[in-house]
C-alpha cells in the first residue's frame, strides 16, 4: 500500500464492515453483495498484516482464528447458567402457570414470551465497554471452559458492540430514550449449525472419503470445543442471544425489551420468537412451531415459554437449578438409542434392494419405531452397523426412520460385517448393480415384491387414489396369481374380493367402488401411476401441460422431452426408455382397454407467467409448496428447486434459508407469500 492509513480511517472501515455484518446476521437484509464485502474484508486484512501496530482484539479480522490453544482454561461465573424445569404436554405448563399464579398472584397468569428452543450449544459471552473480552461454555452452570477464541471466529458474534439500543416502549405506551449497553454484562445465547449447512459439511466430508458428523448439535459442540480456532473459523457456526446475567443492570423492563436491545447492540435474536398475552396464545404458538419444526432452517427440541416482565420474574425466584418464571416445553424426541436386532433386505417396485434394521422398539419423533431404513449397501458400509449394535435413530416428522449410525463404546465384541446378498431374497433372481449406482437392484420385472410394489405405487393417494388397496390385500392379490399388472385391478370383481383374508362386504365393495372410480383420472395422475423411474408427481405435472395425450408422451423424441423445463436429459432418457419398451406399452393399452381415460385440463393454462422460473422457500401457510408450483405451471411458467441465474423470482415463506440468501447474492426479486397470492388472485385468508 502507498502509504499507512490513520486509526481513524481504519476504524472507520472496520465498523463499515461491522455494520454489515450486523444488516447480514442480525437484520436478514444485506444491502452490499458477498464480492464487496469480501473485498472490503481482504482490504482491512491487508492493512492489518502490513501495520500490526493498527490491529486490534475487536477487529473484524479476528474472525479468521488464532494461534492453538494447548487447551481450555476454567472460567467461573457469579450468576450461573440455570438449566429450565422440563414440561411434555400442555396439563404440565399449565400446573406451572397455576405454580406461578401461587407464588406472585395474577401477574403470573399470563403475558409471556416463548421462543423456539435451540439445540445447539449454550455459551456466555461477556463485554467491557462494548467489546467482547471472555467467551465460555456453560459446564455445569457455575464453571465452563474458556473459548473466547474460538467464539472470536464465529460471524455473528460481535466483537465490538453497535452503541445504543432503542427507542422501545415501556409498558406498551411510552417510548423510553436510547441507551447504552452496559459497561460490564453477559450475554448468553446458543451456538448452532443450519440445517443446510451441516449437510454441505457432510457432503464434502463425504466427497474426501470422511466419516460423516452425527447430527448438527454434536457438530456444533465439537466445532466451538476445537484447540485450534481456525477449525471453528471454517465451520459455519450461527448464534442467537436470549439472556443476560444481570437483567436491570440493561434497564430493560421485559424479556422482550431485552431481545429488543440486544438486537440494537447487535446481537442476532431467533426472529420467531413472540410475546403471548395469554396461556392459550403460548398453546397456538407450541402448536405453530411444532407442525413448522421440521421446515425451520435450524434444528430446536421444543419451546421455552417465560414471564415477560422482570419485575414478576424475580417476585418468582429460582430454584437451585432453575428459575421458576421459566419452562421448556419439549417436543418428542428426534433421535433415540436402541439395538440392532437383525438386518433384512426389502424389495421395492424398482426391484431395488434395501436393507431395513430391525430395532428393540424405541420412542422417537412422536412414534413408536422398530424397523428403520439403512439406504444402500454403501451407506451399511460407511455407517459400519451391525447385528447387535447400539445404534441412534431418527425420526423427523413424517421422515422415514433412519440409523444414523453405531454407538461403537457401546459394541460388544466385533460382530460380523453385513453382506448385501447375491440373489433376491423373494424370487431367488442373482442381483445386478449397474455401474456408478449405489442401489443394487432385482432385473426380474416378474418378482413378486416388484409387483406388489407397482401396485401400491399404482394405486396411491397421488397417483389413481384407490382407497383400501392396502400393501396386505395387493400382496394377496399378487399371491395368487390375480393380479399381475395394474390392468388387472380393474378386471376383479366384488365377489373375488370377498374371498381374500380379512376382507368384509362392505370393505370389498367399497374397493371395487375405488377401482371403479378410478377410470376416471387426471393425464398428470395416471403419468404417475404408471411409475417410471425419477417421474414424481411434480415432474408428471409438467408432462400433462406440454402432452395432449398420454399417446402424445410416448411417441415425443428424447430431445424433445429433454428441452422441457423441469425434466432435463436424465429424466427425458428414462421416460424414452420406458416408452419404449414393449411391456410398458402393453401395460397402457390394457389400462385403456379397461376403461381408464386420463383427462387433460389444457384448457385452464395461460401464458401469464411464460419464461419466468419461480423457487419457493420457506414455510407456505396458505398454499403446499406443490400447490404453488402448480399455480405457476398453469400460467406457463416453471417451478425449480434451486435459485440460479436463471430463477427470476423467489417467494420467500417463513424460516427461509440458504435459497434467500443466495437469491439476494444473485439479485432475484422476492416477494413473500402474501404478494404472490395477488400474483394469482388468490385472496389471503388470514389477512
Not at 450461573?80 to 405454580?99: G, K, Q
Not at 450461527?238 to 421485559?254: C, E, L, Q, W
Not at 431367488?428 to 432385473?443: M, S
Not at 406457463?636 to 440468501?661: D, F, I
Request: net charge neutral.
Amino acid at each position: 500500500m502507498a502509504r499507512k492509513p490513520s486509526v481513524a480511517e481504519v476504524d472507520a472501515l472496520r465498523r463499515e464492515i461491522e455494520l454489515h455484518n450486523h444488516r447480514y446476521y442480525v437484520l436478514d437484509d444485506p444491502i452490499i453483495a458477498d464480492g464487496e464485502y469480501d473485498e472490503k474484508m481482504r482490504r482491512l486484512e491487508q492493512i492489518e498484516a502490513t501495520w500490526p501496530d493498527l490491529r486490534t482484539p475487536a477487529s473484524p479480522t479476528q474472525k479468521v482464528g488464532a494461534a492453538p490453544a494447548k487447551g481450555f482454561a476454567a472460567v467461573t461465573r457469579t450468576r450461573p447458567m440455570l438449566s429450565l424445569e422440563n414440561a411434555m404436554s400442555r396439563e404440565e405448563i399449565e400446573d406451572w402457570r397455576e405454580r406461578l399464579v401461587r407464588a406472585v398472584g395474577d401477574d403470573g397468569a399470563g403475558d409471556f414470551v416463548c421462543e423456539p428452543k435451540m439445540d445447539g450449544v449454550a455459551i456466555e459471552l461477556v463485554y467491557e465497554n462494548g467489546v467482547l473480552m471472555q467467551a465460555s461454555t456453560r459446564g455445569d452452570g457455575s464453571t465452563g471452559e474458556d473459548v473466547t477464541e474460538n467464539a472470536r471466529t464465529i460471524r455473528p458474534v460481535p466483537l465490538r458492540l453497535r452503541a445504543t439500543a432503542g427507542p422501545w416502549e415501556k409498558n406498551g405506551k411510552v417510548p423510553e430514550p436510547s441507551m447504552r449497553p452496559p459497561a460490564r454484562f453477559a450475554v448468553r445465547g446458543e451456538v448452532f449449525l443450519g440445517v443446510d449447512d451441516f449437510a454441505e459439511l457432510n457432503r464434502a466430508r463425504l466427497e474426501h472419503g470422511e466419516k460423516l458428523y452425527v447430527n448438527p448439535r454434536n457438530t456444533a459442540a465439537g466445532s466451538l470445543k476445537q484447540l485450534d480456532p481456525a477449525i471453528t473459523a471454517s465451520r459455519p457456526l450461527r448464534f442467537y442471544a436470549y439472556a443476560v446475567d444481570d437483567p436491570a443492570a440493561t434497564g430493560a423492563n421485559s424479556q422482550w425489551e431485552l431481545l429488543e436491545a440486544l438486537r440494537a447492540w447487535g446481537f442476532p435474536t431467533n426472529p420467531e420468537s413472540a410475546r403471548c398475552a395469554t396461556l392459550d396464545d403460548v398453546f397456538a404458538f407450541h402448536a405453530c412451531i411444532s407442525e413448522r419444526r421440521d421446515t425451520l432452517p435450524y434444528e430446536i427440541d421444543g419451546v421455552v415459554v417465560k414471564v415477560n416482565r422482570f419485575a414478576v420474574q424475580v417476585n418468582a425466584g429460582e430454584r437451585s437449578r432453575s428459575p421458576r418464571w421459566a419452562i421448556a416445553w419439549k417436543f418428542p424426541p428426534q433421535e433415540a438409542s436402541t439395538r440392532v436386532l437383525g438386518i433384512e433386505i426389502q424389495v421395492g417396485r424398482t426391484g431395488a434392494l434395501t436393507p431395513v434394521a430391525r430395532l428393540e422398539p424405541v420412542y422417537v419423533g412422536g412414534v413408536t419405531v422398530a424397523n428403520a431404513t439403512l439406504h444402500n449397501a454403501d451407506e451399511v458400509e460407511r455407517k459400519d452397523v451391525r447385528v447387535g449394535d447400539r445404534v441412534w435413530v431418527r425420526r423427523a416428522g413424517d421422515v422415514i426412520p433412519e440409523v444414523i449410525g453405531p454407538i461403537l463404546d457401546a459394541r460388544d465384541g466385533e460382530p460380523p460385517r453385513f453382506v448385501m446378498p447375491a440373489k433376491c431374497p423373494v424370487c431367488g433372481t442373482p442381483v445386478v448393480r449397474e455401474p456408478g449406482e449405489a442401489v443394487t437392484r432385482c432385473p426380474n420385472a416378474t418378482c413378486p415384491a416388484q409387483v406388489t410394489g407397482r401396485l401400491l405405487h399404482f394405486a396411491s393417494r397421488g397417483a389413481m387414489d384407490i382407497e383400501g388397496l392396502g400393501e396386505k390385500v395387493a400382496a394377496q392379490l399378487v399371491a395368487i396369481g390375480r393380479v399381475r399388472t395394474p390392468a388387472d385391478l380393474y378386471g376383479l370383481t366384488r365377489n373375488e374380493l370377498i374371498k381374500l383374508e380379512r376382507m368384509g362386504e362392505k370393505s370389498a365393495g367399497n374397493l371395487a367402488e375405488a377401482i371403479a372410480g378410478s377410470r376416471a383420472t387426471t393425464l398428470a395422475r395416471f403419468v404417475y401411476a404408471l411409475g417410471i423411474r425419477n417421474v414424481g408427481e411434480t415432474v408428471a405435472a409438467v408432462l400433462a401441460e406440454r402432452f395432449s395425450s398420454i399417446d402424445a408422451l410416448l411417441e415425443a423424441p428424447e430431445a424433445d422431452l429433454a428441452a422441457i423445463g423441469g425434466v432435463g436429459p436424465v429424466i427425458a432418457r428414462e421416460i424414452h426408455a420406458w416408452a419404449k419398451h414393449p411391456s410398458h406399452r402393453r401395460l397402457v393399452r390394457a389400462l385403456l382397454e379397461a376403461g381408464v381415460r386420463p383427462e387433460t385440463a389444457q384448457s385452464e393454462l395461460s401464458d401469464e407467467f411464460a419464461g419466468e422460473t419461480f423457487v419457493f422457500t420457506g414455510m407456505l401457510t396458505r398454499l403446499s409448496r406443490d400447490e404453488a408450483a402448480a399455480e405457476v405451471r398453469k400460467r406457463g411458467g416453471r417451478s425449480a428447486s434451486s435459485v440460479s441465474g436463471k430463477t427470476t423470482l423467489v417467494v420467500a415463506g417463513q424460516g427461509a434459508g440458504s435459497k434467500l440468501k443466495k437469491a439476494r447474492d444473485l439479485g432475484v426479486r422476492i416477494i413473500d407469500e402474501k404478494a404472490f397470492l395477488a400474483m394469482i388472485d388468490r385472496p389471503d385468508t388470514a389477512a
